[in-house]
């Protein structure tokens, strides 16, 4: 227990209004974990994989209602709806905790309430910051351990300071209908009931890392987004670092854990983060990102040996599956995995699974929830407390159709208006319709805690504070041709428009400009060693076709009709500009 007496009283509190029968306070040891682990196999929350096959490693099963983030039970308790902005949704505080607090009322009888004190980020660092989770799930303080740095060095961190994330999670009976995820950015406070699934309990994640941590960015001249970090090393020993927003789903995990293919001799991708940046403007003007996480907690489905090798080495061993498919012989199984599906086994639900059934045997949103530090390509520098200073920044849709594979915008305002119209097909990560196109700002359309028409304002403001700002560019690994056919390979091959992107920044290649920016030169990008892609087939998928651009900026309104009192009139200027050049 620490002696911020803060910490204790807020905690005296809570445990009043959920009545659980213990309080446990979580250390973060190794010999805790141990214990813990052993309680939820005895409770039956997890059950042990092979230990010669998955040493350390455990699978799990969510209750069927409860698989994806709810974006519909998620709401950000502001003052007045406009602080909120259109695109979330909002209750008034005093309403929300009221009906929170009647929910969570003697919500832990019978149960424990763990206290699991985390640090997100380094150590040290200006930009890291303490929470707090109050949880009766036993499953939550697992994952927490692995996905934040849990225990003992955050009360360190905290001192007898006083502002802490206060995080209130309670499972109470997982029904849909009493599942709330709330958060009141004014008070700095989360209270999650009625689901039990990762980005929605996990508070430490999606609640704090990015809604509040993007007020608080606001107030204090600093951003938190949807993005992974990642330095590129030149064989030369140049190492460069991007940050790149795709939506939830639309590989972060692998293109963070990248590989190069044989024609990069020589290179290397080294991973800072797969899904969250914090940044902020340094002392030289340049801007600096860390990763306030500890682990990945990555989509399952697709993860294999060719795609993402890195990742099949980091979820070797102490890592929890949720919602894979298992095996009698305690092997996980998923779709998109090496190898043949298992002749038989029990489905994420738990139901007997051959490959002649028809369902899924893993939900396409099954998980991983892997430590930091089993990825071989882990960058050392994740533990800098100043951390990485960032060349380029990149947003990235998943397309069929309309946006090119890469393009560079023209300046920052550009850039951010690139960033502000992102779109792309949505996927199993929220409930939902998968597949249709929705605009996605910066991939921070779930996840921004303030009005978004601000957001894209205090976007164009830290302009100003930075005297070398990073480049801003956009990419799409996804366009189809007129056959359904993938225009690019994807994957590994991705490392050649990530060289464009460093060599752009360096000043090292030309580009021709677009009406969309900048755009690679055959001669300036690396196609050497690629079977079937010349330069016929960059112009093909660099094509831009105005029809499909009509209807793109007529879907782009859509958002920007939603948000217009608030919208930056950079915004709306570049608009006009794009439509004047297309
Ligand atoms: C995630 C998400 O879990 O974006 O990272 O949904
Ligand atoms: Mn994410």
Wanted: proline share 7%; hydrophobic share 40%.
């Amino acid at each position: 227990m620490p002696e911020n007496s803060t910490v204790t009283s807020w905690v005296k509190e809570m445990v009043e209004l959920c009545q659980p029968d213990q309080v446990f306070w979580c250390d973060g040891s190794e010999e805790e974990k141990k214990t813990l682990e052993r309680l939820a196999v005895e409770k039956g929350l997890l059950t042990p994989l092979n230990p010669s096959r998955w040493p350390g490693c455990f699978h799990h099963r969510s209750n069927p209602n409860d698989v994806a983030r709810v974006e519909q039970c998620t709401y950000i308790c502001t003052e007045t709806e406009e602080e909120a902005g259109p695109t979330n949704n909002w209750m008034a505080p005093a309403s929300a905790y009221r009906i929170l607090k009647n929910l969570a009322r003697g919500g832990m009888k019978g149960r424990t309430l763990y206290v699991i004190p985390y640090l997100m980020g380094p150590p040290g660092s200006p930009l890291s910051r303490v929470g707090v989770e109050l949880t009766d799930s036993l499953y939550v303080v697992l994952n927490m351990r692995i996905m934040t740095r849990m225990g003992a060095i955050a009360w360190e961190e905290l001192g007898d300071r006083s502002d802490f994330n206060r995080g209130l999670h309670c499972l109470l009976d997982v029904d849909p209908a009493r599942r709330y995820i709330c958060h009141f950015p004014q008070d700095n406070t989360i209270i999650s009931v009625g689901s039990g699934y990762g980005g929605n309990v996990l508070l430490g994640k999606k609640c704090l890392a990015l809604r509040i941590a993007s007020w608080l960015g606001r107030k204090e001249g600093w951003l938190a987004e949807h993005m992974l970090i990642l330095g590129v090393e030149s064989p030369e020993g140049e190492r460069t670092f991007v940050a790149a927003a795709f939506p939830s789903a639309c590989g972060k995990t692998n293109f963070a854990m990248m590989i190069p293919p044989d024609r990069f001799k020589g290179w290397k991708i080294w991973t800072v983060g797969d899904d969250i940046a914090w940044m902020q403007p340094g002392p030289d003007g340049r801007l600096y990102a860390i990763n306030p996480e500890n682990g990945y907690f990555g989509v399952a489905p697709g993860t294999n040996g060719k795609s993402n090798p890195n990742a099949m080495a980091t979820i070797a061993r102490d890592t929890i599956f949720t919602n894979t498919a298992l095996t009698a012989d305690g092997d996980v199984w998923w779709e998109g995995m090496d190898g043949p599906p298992p002749a038989e086994c029990l489905d994420w639900k738990g139901e007997r699974w051959t490959p002649a059934s028809k369902e899924k045997a893993a939900h396409p949103n099954s998980r991983f929830t892997a430590p930091m530090r089993n990825n071989p390509m882990l960058a050392s520098e994740v533990e800098c407390a100043s951390g990485v200073p960032i060349s380029a920044l990149i947003f990235g849709g998943r397309r069929a159709t309309t946006l090119p594979l890469v393009c560079e915008a023209f300046n920052w305002v550009h850039g951010v208006y690139l960033g502000a119209t992102m779109g792309s097909e949505t996927t199993a990560a929220a409930t939902g319709a998968v597949g249709q196109v929705r605009r996605d700002p910066m991939a921070m359309l779930p996840f921004c805690g303030y009005n978004m028409g601000g957001y894209f304002r205090h976007w164009l403001n830290l302009r100003k504070r930075m005297k070398f700002p990073p480049r801003i560019f956009q990419v799409n690994w996804f366009r189809k041709g007129a056959e359904g056919e993938y225009l690019w390979p994807g994957f590994g091959e991705n490392m050649r428009v990530l060289r464009w992107i460093i060599d752009r920044c360096h000043g090292r290649v030309g580009a021709n400009e677009t009406p969309l920016g900048w755009s690679p030169r055959p001669q300036d990008f690396d196609l050497e060693g690629m079977t079937g892609f010349g330069p016929a087939e960059l112009e093909r998928v660099q094509n831009i076709n105005i029809e499909e651009w009509r209807r793109e900026v007529i879907s782009q309104d859509e958002l920007f009709m939603r948000i217009y009192s608030f919208l930056p009139k950079e915004m709306i200027f570049q608009r006009e500009l794009l439509v004047a050049r297309l």
